[in-house]
C-alpha cells in the first residue's frame, strides 16, 4: 500500500509542478509581418540582392565571353600550344574568381539581413517581454517554426496567445 501510495505521489508531482506555470504562445512571424518597417526592410534587403546579383551577373556574362573568345580562336587554330595554356590558366582564374565573387556576395547578403533585421527582432524581443510580464506568463513558446511547422504539437485553448498583444504593443505608437 505505502509503494502504491509512494509511485502515485511520485507519477503526479511532476505534474502538478507544470500545472503551476503559466506559458503564452506566440507567432513571430505574424508579429513581424504586422510591423510597417518590415515592409521596407525586406525592400531594402531585395534591392540589395538585386545589386549583388546585377553585379555577380556581369562579371559571369564578362566571363563567358571571355570562354567564348578562347573557344573561337581555339576552334580557328589561331593559338599556339603555351598561348592555349596561359589562356587556360587565366579562365581558371576567371572562374576561381567568380567562386569567390559568389560566396562573398552570400555573406553580404546574411551580414545585411542580419543589420536589417536585428533592430526589428530586438524590439519584437522587448515588446514580448512586456507583454509577457504583465501577463505573469512564465514562459512564452514560439507557436510556428520559420517552415511553418509548429514547435509546439498541441496547445491546448487555456494557453494565452499573446501575438496579437505584441503586435499592438509595437504598432501603438
Known amino acids: 500500500m505505502k509503494r502504491t501510495l509512494l509511485t ?12 503551476q506555470l503559466k506559458v ?4 513571430p512571424d505574424e508579429v513581424l509581418e ?4 518590415t515592409a521596407q526592410v525586406e525592400e531594402d534587403l531585395q534591392r540589395f540582392v538585386q545589386e549583388r546579383q ?3 551577373q556581369n562579371r559571369y556574362q564578362t566571363w563567358i565571353e ?5 573557344s573561337e580562336r581555339l576552334e580557328a587554330g589561331e593559338l599556339s600550344e603555351e598561348e592555349q595554356a596561359r589562356e587556360e590558366e587565366r579562365l581558371m582564374d576567371g572562374q576561381e ?24 527582432l530586438n524590439r519584437v524581443e522587448q515588446a514580448m517581454e512586456e507583454v509577457a510580464s504583465e501577463l505573469g506568463l512564465e514562459f512564452v513558446i514560439n507557436k510556428t517554426a520559420s517552415t511553418g511547422d ?14 496579437e498583444m505584441v503586435i499592438e504593443r509595437l504598432t501603438q505608437n
Open 8 to 19: 502515485l505521489l511520485i507519477l503526479t508531482l511532476p505534474a502538478l509542478a507544470f500545472a
Open 24 to 27: 503564452g504562445t506566440m507567432n
Open 34 to 37: 504586422a510591423l510597417p518597417e
Open 54 to 56: 546585377q553585379s555577380y
Open 66 to 70: 571571355e570562354v567564348t573568345a578562347y
Open 97 to 120: 574568381e567568380l567562386n569567390s565573387l559568389q560566396n562573398r556576395i552570400e555573406r553580404q547578403i546574411q551580414q545585411r539581413q542580419n543589420d536589417l533585421f536585428t533592430p526589428l
Open 150 to 163: 509548429p514547435i509546439v504539437y498541441y496547445s491546448s485553448e487555456r494557453g494565452v496567445d499573446i501575438t
